[in-house]
């Protein structure tokens, strides 16, 4: 039933709203995989990350997370569309600086080159992950941990910049291809040490969300002559095939982290894990809908630690557990640390909230919180509008695994930043008076 309904809603939405579409996708596959697998492949679960609850629980996870998805699905017509119907930012023309600009991302990627070099020995995955290494290590490892995490951005902003032809002299380009190429080259390098799976797949969505806007939303070619629209065509065409290659790379690219994150096929006890179940199962969407099952399982509802645990972590340096923590110490105690924690799937946090009721909860806080994305997405100026598509498309990757506080503590985190360095070549200002010139056509766009 589950599958039924999932496919069926990820059907309507996609040719209803590309945007929203995006993040309910992502929903349902870090939820169908791990279904799936918990049900065909129950020792993967029992043996592998010792969360299995028994068939029953699966079926009663299941049920919810098809009322989430429907409710998901509603707050999208009572939610999500009345608040991003309208223009949410003015934005004033001013005279960009570039020079800044190339400035700003060269001292960043020296900073990341340095923090690469200096900590190069110590980058794996285990210790990225292990809380008492990263006390011994200090804040410095944190900082640079948290630099390459922003990288993702800048590069989504460094590529926009390039595409929107925003560094017209010819020294500035040349500056700015070299710092693109040696940035990605230092974020391929921490990638392989750390064995990151979600940033190059944000990294990947970025791009191609951004592209995909690009593609959308350019003038109606019908308008243009014959000639004109042919070499559009073309143009569009080229980039489909670039695009492609971009996910297939980047997919093989995922294939090669296993050999620095996982290694070869191991044993865990009385199971031995296939390089196929490596590679397509034992991913980061496997373990996070576990942690539903288990607070269903357990039936674990603790509405004020919700309200704790996303008002203290939607700010900085406070410690307090993520929600996850809350859920696993019902049956495991003591494993789950800010740093080592098998995430939790999305919609666990409205279960834990109101219990069965709770996938009301899930529809209306994730509508909500999506709402803000793209509301914060959506000026007067086009170009803006892409780049800010982009780097929300690539937050998406870490929604389905996360609370619902990073819908704000990623703003300030990385979107503001990365939209800021944008302005300051692009010469905007946001929420001034609406005297840009820019094409303001198509002011709703991801539908």
Known sequence: MYSVVSFMLMAKMWRTDVYF?????????????SQWS??????LSEFIIRMYFGQEALIDASIFTTLSLTSLFFGYWVIYKPLTKSVAIAM???????????????????????????????????????????????????????????????????????RNKLLRAYTSRVLHIFNITLIFVIFLAITIGLGSRTDPLALML???????????????????????SQ???????????????????????????????NGSPRENGPVEI??????????????????LIGAMANDYVDPLAVLASNAANSLMFLGVDYLQAYVVHQWEPG????????????????????GWAGFIYNGVVWSAGIALWRRLSRSNDQNFNAIAFALTI????????????????????FFAPALGLYCIAAGLIPFGSRTSTRSTAQLNPGR
Do not use: W
């Not at 970025?206 to 004109?228: A, H, R, S, T, V």
């Open 21 to 33: 579409a995006t993040f309910l996708s992502l929903m349902v596959l870090y939820s169908l995989i």
């Open 38 to 43: 918990y049900y065909l492949a129950p020792e």
């Open 92 to 162: 004033r023309t001013v005279k960009p600086v570039p020079s800044l600009f190339i400035l700003i991302n060269s001292i960043y990627i020296l900073c990341l080159l340095v923090g690469y070099i200096h900590f190069r020995d110590s980058l794996s995955y285990s210790n990225a992950s292990n809380e008492y290494f990263l006390i011994d290590a200090g804040s410095s490892y944190t900082m640079f941990i948290q630099a390459y995490k922003f990288s993702v951005f800048i590069i989504i902003v460094m590529y926009a910049a390039l």
């Open 206 to 228: 970025g791009i191609i969300g951004f592209e995909y806007f690009k593609f959308k939303y350019q003038p109606d070619i019908k308008q243009l002559n014959k000639q004109i």
């Open 231 to 261: 070499g559009y065509i073309r143009s569009k065409i080229t980039l489909i095939f670039l695009l492609f290659s971009l996910i297939l790379c980047t997919l093989a690219f995922l294939y090669i982290l296993e050999s620095s994150r």
């Open 274 to 291: 296939s390089g196929f179940v490596q590679m397509v199962v034992l991913k980061d969407y496997f373990t996070p809908f576990h942690v």
């Open 335 to 354: 494993v789950v640390t800010r740093t080592a924690s098998p995430a939790m799937f999305a919609f666990t946090e409205g279960y834990v909230a109101l």
């Open 394 to 413: 690539a937050l998406a990757a870490t929604v389905p695994r996360s609370q619902s506080m990073y819908f704000l503590k990623d703003i300030y985190l």
